[in-house]
């Protein structure tokens, strides 16, 4: 069994739509939870960070964390055709340590 | 947060040579991380670059493929020996940010092997 498990899509979506992306995984010691954005040919880009459970909100991103069903999600309100990317989920013991990654999920929002 | 330049962007290499990639960060760092990404995978880590000691290095990958330099806190180098198609990959460095405990990346260095 994989780590972290993400449905890698692809997701398309018209202009405004709200998207959902998820990622379960397995290790109960993952703590820190992130959400990058990756463009084509580029790095990952930061998008979210959270420690432990709850809910982050930026502007038109939320990011869940449900640790006792070790389930994340990352919600895009309005969604762009510059919101068009794969999402990767990752996540960390602890600071410091290396990342464990989701597939990446592609997105696609169309205009 | 964290500024990394990583160096070449992108390369186009003959077999059985070799290429350094160089990962500059903005500020002090206490681990540097080592990613390779291949086509329509997600990123699997390579080894963990410690200032002042050896680099420790993941199941399946090895110190005499992927030698590791950490000469200081704002900068390591990854080596790709006698390279193969097979490593046609793109490679990230990666650290965390102490102080705000978040993790950034570099652009990534695209490699591909001829």
């Known amino acids: 069994q994989k780590e972290v498990e993400q449905d890698p899509g692809p997701l398309s979506v018209p202009e405004g739509a709200i998207v959902s992306l998820n990622c379960t995984y397995s290790n109960s010691a993952f703590q820190y939870f992130m959400w990058y954005r990756q463009y084509s040919r580029k790095g990952p880009e930061l998008l979210m960070y959270t420690y432990s459970s709850g809910n982050k909100e930026d502007g038109r991103f939320t990011a869940q964390v449900d640790k006792s069903s070790k389930y994340i999600s990352l919600f895009i309100r309005d969604s762009q055709p510059s919101d068009s990317a794969t999402y990767l989920c990752a996540m960390s013991p602890n600071t410091g340590n290396q990342f464990y990654f989701g597939t990446g999920t592609s997105l696609t929002v169309i205009p | 947060s964290a500024v990394i330049s990583q160096k070449p962007s992108r390369d186009i290499c003959q077999r059985g040579t070799s290429l350094t990639i160089q990962c500059q960060v903005d500020?002090?760092?206490?681990?540097m991380f080592w990613y390779r990404q291949q086509p329509g995978q997600s990123l699997t880590l390579i080894a963990t670059a410690n200032q002042g000691s050896e680099a420790t290095y993941e199941s399946g990958f090895v110190i005499d493929k992927f030698p590791i330099s950490r000469p200081n806190l704002t900068f390591s180098t990854l080596t790709v020996s006698n390279m193969s198609p097979e490593d046609s990959s793109i490679y990230l460095c990666?650290?965390?940010?102490?102080?705000?405990?978040?993790?950034?990346f570099g652009q990534g260095t695209r490699l591909t092997v001829v």
């Open positions: 990666s650290v965390w940010e102490q102080l705000n405990t978040e993790a950034f």
């Open positions: 500020s002090q760092v206490t681990m």
